[in-house]
């Protein structure tokens, strides 16, 4: 019996390997003690169901929010029948779009200031401007200007992605060895060459840290802005479920927004760290 | 060259003349030309002009290594700059191979004394980098990285990474780098500085066998009078601030023999390491007084 325990702890561990069968568990056990307490109230009856609702009322929302789904088209389609993928999609939508927009107009006027002393002077002071309001605070104005909808979630995410990587990128090009761009100069190197091959790369560490900072903040501003400003996504979902009470449709978005960014810092941002600034040993990192 | 293979001059007086010969015994060309080259620069934190360099003169011939050294503060490095293109200057001129130097370009390679080598790069692109601003084709610029991976030692390492290498790996790696665009002069500045005295040993032993092979014309600038004295067929002595060209001695002794366990019983050498020296030193007590 114990040899079998201990074959079989061994075969998990050549699986995963030790290190990393130990992050995953020390990792998971503030969650397993979250979801203890919860059911915990459930059976002890701490609290009402309305305040916090039971794990399986939670698990059945997917499926009572899903039920009138009309298939595979329907759902692709973002149909509204389909609430939770309908909702869950939109967000997911929206984050993809601001990134596509926000991050490499960020970067690129990053860069830009962070060469020339002259344009950085021009737009920092905006920018510590635009910081010092903070996204949600840009809601009624945008609702104002643009109504009700994505033009809203859209627009409070790209204030928020875009300086957040401004500022990020100018401190990254900053950071680099002026000996670096000296050696392709000297080589004959154009100025764009410079930008590619030495900024660029240079200011990574920098950039991917606020690649992870913006998507973190951006996806919290997305959420409030869809709560007051948006007619879908999960926020929109969120706030509508409380109002009528659908405690458990509350807990499955936060659930939700939760997972799907612990997912995307974990196979999208995480990755790309490791492909580039620690293959460049431009970081330390324990292992 | 009868004294010890050493020529001395008082730089004010003869050093043209010493130019002369030089050209006499070399009938080519000069590579490298400076002509009445003086300095100033505002002091970064005081705003006040400083004088670098007053009225420097001095001809590269094709495959000569010409060492510099001088008190800290001298200018050298202010040379090496104004000469690599990436400090502007206004009085006097600059040339190489007759064009006069306005900015960087690929026809002076330079050897910095930091890492400079792109940590993004492996060491293969790292070297192939100046091939492939000028768009050399993939295939020939692969052929031509590899021969100089050979040469400076670093074959079997072409795909790591700089963080990968030893402090002495890196800087052979910055040389074939420098030497893979074939440059027209490359300068050297204090390449060897940040590196261990026993690497540093094997790195001027390496540099000596890559100027005779490929024949390079090389300025270098170190600080270091056994490392000027070992590597250079002439080395300038450069007085303390205002760098001016204060001596300039001979060392005639070819490459071949050039090496560690030949060269601390080579009179020639000695004399000139002691030469350099004790001019060196004289500077040194000058600016200290001041």
């Known amino acids: ?287 | 060259m009868d004294d010890g293979g050493r020529e001395v001059a008082r730089a004010r007086h003869c050093c043209n003349e010493i130019i002369i010969t030089g050209a006499a015994m070399n009938s080519m060309t000069p590579k490298l030309v400076v002509e009445g080259l003086t300095h100033y620069y505002p002091d970064e934190y005081t705003g006040e002009s400083v004088h670098a360099l007053e009225d420097i003169n001095l001809e590269l011939y094709e495959g000569e290594l010409v060492s510099v050294v001088g008190p800290s503060g001298c200018g050298k490095s202010t040379l090496l700059n104004i000469l690599a293109g990436l400090l502007p200057y206004k009085i006097g001129t600059a040339s190489v191979d007759g064009n006069v130097i306005h900015g960087p370009g690929p026809d002076r390679g330079v050897v910095f004394q930091e890492h400079a080598i792109l940590p993004w790069r492996t060491v293969a692109k790292n070297i192939g980098h100046g091939l492939e601003i000028r768009r050399v084709p993939q295939a020939e610029r692969e052929k031509r990285v590899q021969e100089f991976i050979d040469l400076v030692g670093l074959t079997g390492f072409e795909d790591k990474f700089p963080h990968e290498l030893s402090g002495g790996m890196k800087q052979r790696c910055q040389v074939a780098r420098t030497l893979c665009s074939d440059p027209v002069v490359m300068l050297m500045d204090e390449p060897f500085a940040a590196v261990d005295a026993q690497t540093r040993i094997t790195l001027q032993e390496e540099l000596n066998r890559i100027a005779m092979a490929t024949h390079k014309t090389i300025l270098f600038i170190t600080h270091s009078v056994e490392e000027a004295a070992f590597l250079a067929d002439r080395c300038l002595v450069f007085s303390a601030r205002p760098g001016r060209l204060k001596e300039i001695v001979k060392i005639d002794i070819p490459r071949e023999q050039r090496n560690w366990t030949n060269m601390n019983d080579n009179a020639i050498f000695i004399s000139a390491r002691d030469r350099i020296l004790a001019s060196v030193r004289e500077e040194v007590s000058i600016a200290v007084e001041e």
Request: proline share 4%.
């Open chain 1, 1 to 287: 019996m114990t040899t079998a325990v201990g074959n079989l702890s061994i075969a998990v561990q050549r699986r995963f390997g030790r290190q990393r069968l130990r992050k995953i568990i020390l990792g998971s056990i503030p969650f397993a003690v979250m979801i203890a307490i919860w059911h915990a109230n459930t059976v002890f009856d701490w609290l009402p169901p309305v305040f916090i609702p039971p794990i399986g009322d939670v698990w059945e929302a997917i499926f009572f929010l899903q039920e009138d789904c009309a298939g595979f088209v329907a759902l692709v389609m973002l149909d509204n029948s389909c609430l939770i993928t309908t909702h869950v999609f939109s967000s997911i939508g929206r984050v993809i779009l601001a990134a596509i927009v926000g991050l490499p107009l960020g970067i690129a006027f990053g860069i830009l200031c962070g060469m020339s002393r002259t344009l950085s002077k021009f737009l920092e002071p905006v920018g510590v401007f635009a910081n010092s309001i903070s996204g949600i605070a840009w809601i009624p104005l945008a609702i104002v200007w643009f109504g009700v909808g994505w033009v809203t979630t859209l627009f409070i995410m790209l204030n928020t992605i875009f300086w957040l990587m401004f500022f990020n990128s100018m401190l990254g090009v900053r950071s680099v060895a002026k000996v670096y761009e000296e050696s392709v100069l000297t080589m004959g190197g154009s100025r764009w060459d410079v930008i590619k091959q030495v900024y660029l790369p240079g200011a990574m560490p920098s950039i991917i840290t606020g690649m992870r900072m913006s998507m973190g903040f951006g996806w919290r501003a997305l959420i409030a802005a869809e709560m007051i400003g948006g007619d879908s996504g999960l926020g929109f979902m969120i706030f509508t479920s409380a109002a009528e009470f659908k405690i458990e449709e509350v807990f499955l978005g936060v659930i939700f927004i939760s997972i799907i960014f612990m997912a995307t810092d974990k196979y999208l941002l995480a990755p790309l760290e490791k492909w580039t600034v620690e293959r460049w040993g431009l970081v330390w990192r324990p292992t």
